[in-house]
């Protein structure tokens, strides 16, 4: 059995990367992560479908040899020019001298400006195909998912979808390739983290892509990050349509920054008050200590937001800043929403917060509020518990 074939005429040649600590110098990569690139050989021409991060571009040759031998592939097509993928271009035409670049007009500029490549190209538009004999690609255009230029490549008589970065998701592939002959369940975490953190922003975009890929029949989708989907097909483009759509799970996240333990306990009651509201999915996160990468993930996820924070030299204390920004960048919507935060002589946490909300298009109206000088007190108790109250009955409703 050749765990490398997808389906016949159709091979994976990808990669995987269990060295880079941060993808995008961002996000952690606990499992490592895949570059997935593709052989369709048709009985005319054989295609290369995406290329690799630029240094494992040796590995990709050696995967390709095994798979052609000693032929080099007639096309390279470029579904997506973020460096993960399109890092090994300059390479691989040194190898394949006469491998012709396949890519939209936007790639192709891309390809120029990025490796000064102009000659033995090929443009193609939306809907164009390329006959490799028995088999023939045609070309679908999805731009921002995640970049202007981005498209998915379809296999007509084989039913096979190369998609580009969209169903894709963190994790290195550990022997197995198609979801089918492994236990996918440590790839669906990692499906919300990428999608939150690499594509969330461009939800409308995404969902514009789902609505152009609605007639295809599908029977392989060959991303380019993690396992190639058969199987589970369903539940991928589930997850991708509700996240692009910013539709969340029963539940609540409350994000915290403290130095000294007093906007924690602040934190604390709320979370007691909603569980004994009836709320079961609490998810907590001290944003010192929790990966911005995971908290976004959670926030995509669960319908409830609460975030609080210490004043911090007359503003928001960092780690808070930076979540309310990446909030805002990711266009996060359709949130019950609540805010508190602690001060000693002059208040401003809990005021950016909500400004910052504010600019993330959440009615200020519907930001229900508590903050705190100095201690906890009696009263600043009884408020947090009906702040939780609120959002219990809101996520109950
Ligand atoms: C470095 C530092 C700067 C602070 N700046 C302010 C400030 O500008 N205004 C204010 O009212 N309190 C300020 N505080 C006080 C804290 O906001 C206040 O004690 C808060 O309750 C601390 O919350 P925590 O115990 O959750 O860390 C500052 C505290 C520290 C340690
Ligand atoms: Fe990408
Ligand atoms: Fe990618």
Known sequence: MNIQAITEGIFYVGVNDRTTQKFEAMWPLPAG????SYIVKGSDKTALIDGVEVSEACKLKKNIKDIIGCDAPDYLIINHMEPDHSGSIGILRSFFPNMTIVGNA???????????????VLKVADNDTLPLGDMTLSFH??????????????????????????????GALNGAVVDSEM???????EMYRYYSNIVGKYGVFVQKALAKLKGLDLAYICSTHGPVWHEQIADVVDIYDRLSRYEAES???IVYGSMYGNTEEMAEIIARRLAECGIK????????????????SDIFRYKGLIIGAPTYSNTLFPPIESLVQAIKTREIKNRVIASFGSYTWA????KRINTVLEEAKFKTSDIRTVEMKQALSEPTEQSLRSLAETVADELMK
């Open 251 to 253: 539940g609540v996240v």
């Open 33 to 36: 992560v895949t570059y997935n």
């Open 347 to 350: 208040p401003q946490s809990v």
């Open 141 to 170: 255009i999805t731009p921002m998912v995640h970049w202007p230029e981005t498209m998915m490549t379809y296999v007509k008589e084989k039913s096979v979808l190369f998609s580009g970065d969209a169903f894709g998701c963190f």
């Open 183 to 189: 236990d996918t369940a440590s790839y669906f975490p």
């Open 106 to 120: 936007k790639t192709l500029e891309m390809v120029k400006g990025f490796y000064g490549i102009e000659d033995n």
């Open 281 to 296: 999915n609490i998810k907590m996160h001290n944003a010192s200590f929790s990966h911005l990468s995971y908290i976004l």
